[in-house]
């Protein structure tokens, strides 16, 4: 039976958290859950949940564990609805998070093209964006179909927010922030960060180009227009929270 999870990719998504589990999959310290999203602490029953179930359920996405010192989680729902952290602090007070950030406009474009490729989005990008809180207010659970999984696309790029909350639950030695930015361009340098977070060993990991979800939308149409500067207008304060954690600005 493997260790309890001590390590969570909590964020955020289309921010290229299934690249950097497939990087950190391949160090021989790191046993990655199967499908990288283990979904356990956002199981629409959560609250039923004991212990020993939270267990058995992480068992299962782990049948590969040999004794790896870290056993990693990387659902990237987990830093956007602000009572998880709290859970996995009570599961593992010791765990370590790393949370990958983006341009939340390019996020929310990118979620919304995804859900739009999938069956999952009927409106236009301008539309979907304006109508997300009345979406939101009218569909609370947290079923695996509903709007907040599907059509967060705003309310899943307030990164300040987010990662203020990661700090009320763990320390600053136990958070790790990586920019999008930096996981594309600088991969020997955010993998060696990471690893030394982990402090754990330097490992050979080559690039590759594996960032998932490449959809397009067309630019030109009004709509488009209108969402980014919509989205931009709205995420203003998260976009410019997040040019803090550019390696650049933080070597």
């Not at 983006?102 to 490729?117: D, H």
């Amino acid at each position: 039976m493997q260790k309890r999870t001590n390590l969570f990719i909590v964020g955020g998504q289309k921010c290229g958290t299934s690249a950097l589990a497939h990087f950190l999959s391949q160090h021989p310290s790191i046993c990655m859950a199967l499908g990288k999203e283990a979904h356990v602490f956002d199981q629409p029953m959560f609250c039923q949940l004991t212990q020993s179930h939270i267990e058995a359920l992480y068992t299962e996405r782990y049948p590969h564990y040999s004794g790896e010192r870290y056993v990693c989680d990387a659902t990237p729902i987990y830093a956007y609805w602000q009572d998880i952290p709290k859970h996995i602090a009570a599961y593992n007070p010791d765990a370590k998070l790393v949370m990958v950030v983006r341009n939340p406009v390019e996020r929310a474009i990118s979620q919304y093209t995804m859900s739009k490729n999938r069956g999952q989005e009927s409106l236009n990008v301008f539309l979907a964006f304006l109508l997300e809180p009345l979406r939101m207010r009218v569909n609370q659970n947290r079923n695996w179909k509903q709007p907040a999984r599907t059509q967060s696309y705003l309310s899943r790029g307030t990164f300040k927010a987010q990662i203020e909350n990661l700090f009320r639950y763990f320390s600053a030695d136990n958070i790790l922030i990586i920019h999008h930015q930096d996981l594309l361009y600088r991969h020997d340098a955010v993998l060696n960060r990471v690893f030394e977070f982990l402090n754990i060993s330097s490992w050979d990991i080559a690039a590759e180009s594996i960032f998932s979800g490449q959809y397009s939308l067309s630019r030109s149409a009004i709509s488009y227009r209108l969402a980014k500067r919509y989205a931009t207008y709205k995420l203003k304060e998260d976009i410019d929270y997040i040019e803090q954690f550019r390696l650049e600005k933080t070597t």
